[in-house]
């Protein structure tokens, strides 16, 4: 557990020192003070630890239901790898979820902002390769998946998906663009940890 920043930069330090494939992180109870003065244990983390990191919210074993969030970057295999390790042992099912900000509405006379979901499904979409990408790497393997598609606000429908799902996992790739990419274009990480009251994996590659 982490939960103080004496903590938390001592559990930064250690990750820089040795080459760590996953760190668990177990959440502790914070005051209201705490949360107002530091912010949420599990955000710091996220933002601070260079490695993949389970966030170990009410685990639940074994795996039956996994939520996986493409996001259309490279970071996206590495979180498809994860999954395969994960879901296989259980045979869990897997729904991977893709999620298509709305354009800005000042964009939206201007076709090349245009991102609507038959321009995600194009051939030379990347965030369409991936979504077939990983689609593909979990039929290789052999887990159960099935593939969702959805346009409008992250934070909506991530909340909307976690409510219906029932998941025992959720799993995500650590964004790497900059804090008003993010604000522009969706962030997904942030709606997951707001919303999961479950384990949360939040993928990094690594090192090697």
Not at 33 to 40: F, H, I, K, Q, V
Not at 57 to 65: H, K, T
Request: with cysteine.
């Amino acid at each position: 557990s982490a939960g103080t920043g004496v903590a938390l930069d001592a559990l930064v330090e250690e990750v820089g020192r040795a080459d760590y494939d996953l760190v668990i992180f177990g959440e502790r109870d914070q005051s209201l003070a705490e949360r107002l003065l530091l912010g949420r244990a599990d955000c710091r983390a996220t933002e601070q630890v260079s490695t993949s990191l389970l966030i170990a919210r009410r685990p639940r074993w074994p795996l039956r239901r996994v939520l996986l969030i493409i996001q259309g970057e490279e970071g996206d295999d590495v979180v498809v790898d994860w999954i395969v390790r994960l879901a296989r042992p259980s045979d869990a099912a897997v729904t991977i979820l893709t999620i298509v900000p709305p354009v800005p509405a000042m964009y939206h006379s201007m076709a090349g902002m245009q991102q609507g979901l038959m321009a995600v499904l194009a051939s030379d979409s990347t965030l369409g390769r991936q979504m077939r990408r990983a689609t593909q790497q979990l039929a290789d393997w052999e887990v159960k998946s099935t593939l969702r598609l959805c346009q409008g606000p992250p934070e909506w429908l991530i909340h909307r998906e976690m409510v219906q799902g029932d998941y025992d996992l959720v799993a995500v790739a650590a964004e790497r663009h900059c804090r008003w990419l993010r604000w522009l274009l969706g962030e997904l990480v942030a709606p997951v940890l707001r919303w999961a009251d479950r384990p949360v994996l939040i993928t990094r590659p690594t090192a090697a």
